[in-house]
């Protein structure tokens, strides 16, 4: 009674187990990545980089701490938004993104030992980081020895291209010769007053805009220039001999936290945006952009001009969405109130020209990257649209902003078509 009972339940569960046994192939089937296939980790991947089949590590190499702080904090983020959302929407190859993070500390040093350790013992897939030209020129050596890729967001002086290095922001023909020449026609400027923090890319950018001024602006000349440490906090005696040289323009290049003391002197000194219209005289500069007037005030700052190619004020769709994805992402942090300067917008480009670049040579390989980088576009910029060249820079539009009150600017002028990039423009060296 009891056999003829349970032989209907053995059969039941003897045809069960044959049932499970043989979906389990088709669900194993399911459950393979498809990208693996046509894209295996042994193809994709024969340097040795951190290149597996879920996922590929990346580094990530700025300034959290230290007097560059305050502006490469937004180049961490907005890279960070841009590994999100490639990764949200599948990641690069069938493999998600993971970042190392490392430290730059604003040292020079620092930046050269940490590359180090990104491409030697990481060896990561590529690297997303520097701000200054001389944490740039410290890596360099570097990443073109160990044959290594890293994305600059940083507007730059130019006169330089290397395999290595994909150049997102501007160089000197699309900032500093287009600012020049908008401020030279619109307030028919003919004397200038160059100021700069002391280091690389301030220096070579003023040499490039006195060669500007006085061999291609007609009948202007520099009637002032000078140069403060990195970190420097008092600006009074500058400022006082730009009041005696009395400039049409004075055009400045000075980074990181002496931002807020250099502003707030200023106001404190009487010039002001509105005090310098008055006079029939504006103040340009080509490294304030809303990152630094977060920390330094927009009351400080009004008035004032900057040339860049991005601005958080661009209506376009590309940038209502960037806003908005940046302030969703980091609502915690800012309470939907963040900022997005001209670099945090070039270094969000970084991470999205990089997928592009991978998946049309089908490779992580430096080399395969480097020879595939040429006409990269990416539709989606905030900016608007950008696409790298054979040299390695970005063609990208040029604009003009006034400081607001409220931290963001007015778009004054633009170039109308792209920059083509030039990097070695004849007669500037």
Request: proline share 4%; with cysteine; charged share 25%.
């Given at each position: 009674?009891?056999?003829?009972?349970?032989?209907?339940?053995?059969?039941?569960?003897?045809a069960?187990?044959?049932?499970?046994?043989?979906?389990?192939?088709?669900a194993?089937?399911?459950?393979?990545?498809?990208?693996?296939?046509?894209?295996?980790?042994?193809?994709?991947?024969t340097?040795?980089?951190?290149?597996?089949?879920?996922?590929?590590?990346?580094?990530?190499?700025?300034?959290?701490?230290?007097t560059?702080?305050?502006?490469?904090?937004?180049?961490?983020?907005?890279?960070?938004?841009?590994?999100?959302?490639?990764?949200?929407?599948?990641?690069?190859?069938?493999?998600?993104?993971?970042?190392?993070?490392?430290?730059?500390?604003?040292?020079?040093?620092?930046?050269?030992?940490?590359?180090?350790?990104?491409?030697?013992?990481?060896?990561?897939?590529?690297?997303?980081?520097?701000?200054?030209?001389?944490?740039?020129?410290?890596?360099?050596?570097i990443?073109?020895?160990?044959?290594?890729?890293?994305?600059?967001?940083?507007?730059?002086?130019?006169?330089?291209?290397?395999?290595?290095?994909?150049?997102?922001?501007?160089?000197?023909?699309?900032?500093?010769?287009?600012?020049?020449?908008?401020?030279?026609?619109?307030?028919?400027?003919?004397?200038?007053?160059?100021?700069?923090s002391?280091?690389?890319?301030?220096?070579?950018?003023?040499?490039?805009?006195?060669?500007?001024i006085?061999?291609?602006?007609?009948?202007?000349?520099?009637?002032?220039?000078?140069?403060?440490?990195?970190?420097?906090?008092?600006?009074?005696?500058l400022?006082?001999?730009?009041?005696?040289?009395?400039?049409?323009?004075?055009?400045?290049?000075?980074?990181?936290?002496?931002?807020?003391?250099?502003?707030?002197?200023?106001?404190?000194?009487?010039?002001?945006?509105?005090?310098?219209?008055k006079n029939?005289?504006?103040?340009?500069?080509?490294?304030?952009?809303?990152?630094?007037?977060?920390?330094?005030?927009?009351?400080?700052?009004?008035?004032?001009?900057?040339?860049?190619?991005?601005?958080?004020?661009?209506?376009?769709?590309n940038?209502?969405?960037?806003?908005?994805?940046?302030?969703?992402?980091?609502?915690?942090?800012?309470?939907?109130?963040?900022?997005?300067?001209?670099?945090?917008?070039?270094?969000?480009?970084?991470?999205?020209?990089?997928?592009?670049?991978?998946?049309?040579?089908?490779?992580f390989?430096?080399?395969k990257?480097?020879?595939?980088?040429?006409?990269?576009?990416?539709?989606?910029?905030?900016?608007?649209?950008?696409?790298?060249?054979?040299?390695?820079?970005?063609?990208?539009?040029?604009?003009?902003?006034?400081?607001?009150?409220?931290?963001?600017?007015?778009?004054?002028?633009?170039?109308?078509?792209?920059?083509?990039?030039?990097?070695?423009?004849?007669?500037?060296?």
């Amino acid at each position: 009674m009891s056999i003829t009972t349970h032989r209907p339940l053995g059969r039941l569960v003897t045809a069960l187990a044959f049932a499970i046994s043989a979906l389990v192939p088709a669900a194993a089937e399911d459950w393979k990545n498809p990208v693996l296939d046509k894209y295996p980790t042994a193809a994709v991947n024969t340097t040795g980089l951190k290149v597996f089949d879920d996922k590929v590590i990346v580094g990530q190499l700025h300034s959290a701490t230290g007097t560059m702080a305050i502006s490469e904090t937004g180049s961490i983020e907005a890279e960070r938004l841009a590994i999100k959302q490639i990764n949200d929407a599948g990641g690069i190859l069938g493999r998600k993104i993971e970042y190392i993070f490392e430290d730059g500390a604003s040292d020079w040093p620092t930046f050269a030992e940490k590359a180090k350790k990104l491409l030697i013992n990481d060896k990561v897939g590529t690297v997303f980081g520097c701000w200054t030209s001389a944490s740039r020129k410290a890596v360099l050596p570097i990443f073109e020895k160990e044959n290594g890729m890293l994305y600059y967001p940083t507007f730059y002086e130019g006169l330089e291209q290397s395999k290595n290095v994909i150049y997102t922001g501007q160089e000197a023909t699309q900032q500093i010769l287009f600012g020049l020449d908008w401020v030279s026609k619109e307030k028919s400027a003919k004397t200038y007053f160059l100021v700069g923090s002391d280091y690389i890319w301030p220096r070579t950018s003023m040499k490039i805009a006195r060669i500007h001024i006085e061999k291609h602006l007609k009948d202007s000349k520099v009637v002032g220039e000078e140069y403060k440490p990195l970190g420097d906090t008092d600006f009074k005696s500058l400022i006082n001999k730009i009041k005696l040289a009395k400039p049409d323009v004075i055009f400045t290049a000075i980074v990181g936290g002496s931002n807020v003391s250099w502003y707030k002197q200023l106001k404190a000194a009487g010039i002001t945006g509105a005090s310098l219209e008055k006079n029939k005289q504006a103040m340009l500069t080509l490294s304030t952009s809303e990152d630094e007037i977060y920390g330094i005030g927009g009351e400080n700052c009004e008035g004032f001009y900057a040339s860049f190619k991005y601005f958080q004020s661009l209506t376009n769709e590309n940038n209502i969405a960037f806003v908005k994805a940046f302030n969703e992402l980091y609502y915690d942090k800012y309470k939907g109130k963040a900022v997005m300067g001209d670099v945090t917008q070039a270094a969000y480009l970084g991470p999205w020209l990089w997928k592009a670049t991978v998946e049309k040579a089908g490779s992580f390989d430096i080399d395969k990257i480097a020879a595939n980088s040429e006409g990269i576009e990416f539709k989606g910029a905030p900016e608007g649209y950008v696409k790298i060249h054979a040299n390695h820079h970005l063609w990208s539009k040029a604009r003009i902003g006034k400081m607001r009150l409220d931290g963001q600017f007015d778009i004054v002028a633009e170039s109308p078509e792209l920059i083509e990039p030039n990097p070695f423009p004849e007669g500037y060296k």
